[in-house]
């Protein structure tokens, strides 16, 4: 079955830096634009970060542009999210998924448990 395992969060202070990554099983990983979402308490998630299926492509929500930087390891079926310069409104749970067109999760019925980021001095 579809899984993914997401790992990497934690506390960090506004400015620093924080590595997330994602580790998906139980589909053909390196055929799919996989996305990075986030959700805060009491908001909806959010579409953060895209790449396509062969790193040739990404995009980035407004809000975290040139501040954070998606990635993947099709060999190893990972994605990855750097997050540098981080700021108190980065602060949610940090999920991955593979991506539809619209920006909306492949396989819904199949979030992982996230991870969280909290930035706070």
């Known amino acids: 079955q579809v899984q993914f395992v997401e790992s990497g969060g934690g506390l960090v202070q506004p400015g620093g830096s924080l590595r997330l990554s994602c580790a998906a099983s139980?589909?053909?990983?390196?055929?799919?634009?996989m996305n990075w979402y986030r959700q805060a308490p009491g908001k909806e998630r959010e579409l953060v970060a895209t790449?396509?299926?062969?790193?040739?492509?990404?995009a980035y929500a407004d809000s975290v542009k040139g501040r954070f930087t998606i990635s993947r390891a099709n060999a190893i079926n990972t994605l990855y999210l750097q997050m540098n310069s981080l700021k108190s409104e980065d602060t949610a749970a940090y999920y991955c998924?593979?991506?539809?067109?619209?920006?909306?999760?492949?396989?819904?019925?199949?979030w992982g448990q996230g991870t969280q980021v909290t930035v706070s001095s």
């Open positions: 998924n593979a991506g539809r067109g619209s920006g909306g999760p492949v396989f819904a019925g199949s």
């Open positions: 790449i396509t299926s062969t790193g040739a492509g990404t």
């Open positions: 139980g589909f053909t990983f390196s055929s799919y634009t």
